[in-house]
């Protein structure tokens, strides 16, 4: 089992850039691989990035190419999400997620945290 809690959502303006965190706690950090995932209203759930279990490998979504970049510190157990140049059409609940083996399918992921919102207002 894996617990995890996202933080660093908020509401910001057009262009701006937010850091997400998302701290793991139960088995082995370092062992799974993490996703980032996100909902906007009265939409489906997306993929944004996922990065394997030593980082050596990362996926990003078409929309969020060249702005967003994951990251892992599996010291701290924490999983990142940089997002700049921030806009309207980012607005979502952010989610990280946890699986063994990388996937960009949110199926597959069978550990969630509660999410975070952010907001970007134009």
């Known amino acids: 089992q894996v617990q995890l809690v996202e933080s660093g959502g908020g509401l910001v303006q057009a262009g701006d850039s937010l850091r997400l965190s998302c701290a793991a706690s139960?088995?082995?950090?370092?062992?799974?691989?993490m996703g980032w995932f996100r909902q906007p209203p009265g939409k489906e759930r997306e993929f944004v990035a996922t990065?394997?279990?030593?980082?050596?490998?990362?996926f990003y979504g078409d929309s969020v190419k060249g702005r967003f970049t994951i990251s892992r510190d599996n010291a701290k157990n924490t999983v990142y999400l940089q997002m700049n140049s921030l806009k309207p059409e980012d607005t979502a609940v952010y989610f990280c997620?946890?699986?063994?083996?990388?996937?960009?399918?949110?199926?597959?992921?069978?550990?969630w945290g509660q999410g975070t919102q952010v907001t970007v207002s134009s």
């Open positions: 997620a946890a699986r063994r083996g990388y996937s960009v399918r949110v199926r597959e992921y069978p550990y």
């Open positions: 139960g088995r082995i950090f370092s062992t799974y691989a």
């Open positions: 990065i394997t279990s030593n980082g050596d490998s990362i």
